[in-house]
């Protein structure tokens, strides 16, 4: 399939188009990226705007089944949903499970649904390479709604945040001792927490845990584009399917008052110029990796400076020096 064919396809909601549209930004050849760069600036819209929502949690909060009852809640009120969940990959095989379609089977057979599991590739917190630009298809798509769900509790929360319009922490009742080392930076971030499984002989202890957390609420201080009450804490259960629809009104109620004063287009403005730098970030990483002159650059100098010839500054401003002034491997020279 050619690319314009490609474009049409996927702007008229094709979810083959889709998937193949994501397997070519995903993909790491040379001749693909420059394909799929050409054709994200095809299908760019403006006018196409999803509610970009990140989720995370715990391991064992029950993401998965949160997502698929919230999904079905969504696409029952005639929205259509896509997830993008990205499964963790082993740092020694790069292997990945992608197993959420499998833990998804309900909503992965809604017609107004969409799934698509991308392993993170050892990528930093969790978040794939090229999740982003998998959300600017999905929206290019016509979809209303686009969940990214990340693969646990660390820096994936803040790269997460980058990229969406709102994000979700689930929580497990009495589960706060888990988020310890890093709970003032996530409740930081989030805007609603979820205290999941409120149900059964868990349903007082989860009240009980959002309580605790809309109290530590309370203590931040007040963030720019929130209106009084957030962020909030509240309970609910994914398998009794109760409390969605409320944290549902949440969400959208924090979403219409971002635009309506203008902070929704402030912080999409603001995300897309921290895109692009950290895809000159990834791009020079790129060169430093893939170059030949630069590499060997690079072994020699390593070498050097685990054997404690040279400060490890010394040798990064040696490498920087080289590529930016095109002695031993200027991007713009090399074949």
Not at 60 to 69: D, L, P
Not at 194 to 202: E, F, H, T, V
């Amino acid at each position: 399939m050619d690319r314009s064919t490609l474009a049409t396809r996927l702007k008229k909601g094709d979810r083959r188009a889709l998937s193949r549209a994501i397997t070519l930004v995903e993909s790491t050849r040379a001749d693909h990226r420059a394909e799929a760069v050409a054709l994200l600036a095809d299908v760019a819209d403006p006018a196409r705007q999803a509610l970009r929502i990140g989720m995370s949690g715990t391991p064992g909060v029950g993401k998965s089944t949160f997502i698929e009852a919230f999904g079905k809640l969504l696409t029952g009120q005639g929205l259509s949903v896509a997830v993008l969940a990205v499964d963790p990959s082993s740092a020694r095989s790069g292997g990945s499970i992608l197993g959420d379609k499998t833990r998804m089977e309900e909503l992965s057979r809604d017609p107004n649904a969409f799934i698509r599991p991308s392993p993170s590739q050892t990528e930093l917190g969790g978040v794939a390479r090229r999740t982003r630009e998998a959300i600017a298809l999905c929206e290019a798509a016509g979809f209303d709604v686009v969940i990214v769900e990340t693969v646990g509790v660390g820096q994936s929360e803040t790269m997460v945040a980058q990229m969406t319009d709102l994000f979700v922490l689930l929580l497990a009742p009495g589960g706060g001792d888990e988020l310890q080392g890093v709970k003032r930076g996530i409740m930081e971030i989030a805007d609603l927490i979820l205290i999941n499984k409120a149900d059964g002989a868990s349903k007082r202890q989860a009240e009980a845990t959002r309580a605790d957390y809309q109290g530590a609420l309370r203590l931040l201080r007040k963030r720019e584009g929130d209106p009084d009450g957030f962020p909030q804490a509240m309970a609910v259960s994914a398998v009794a399917r109760e409390g969605l629809a409320p944290a549902w009104e949440q969400m959208q109620a924090l979403a219409a008052f971002r635009r309506e004063t203008g902070h929704w287009g402030r912080v999409r403005a603001a995300q897309n110029r921290h895109w692009f730098e950290e895809a000159v970030r990834q791009g020079l990483i790129h060169h430093l990796v893939q170059d030949p002159r630069t590499r060997g650059e690079m072994d020699r100098l390593g070498r050097a400076v685990a054997a404690g010839e040279t400060p490890p500054a010394a040798a990064a401003d040696e490498i920087l020096s080289r590529l930016l002034t095109g002695r031993g491997g200027n991007p713009t020279d090399a074949s």
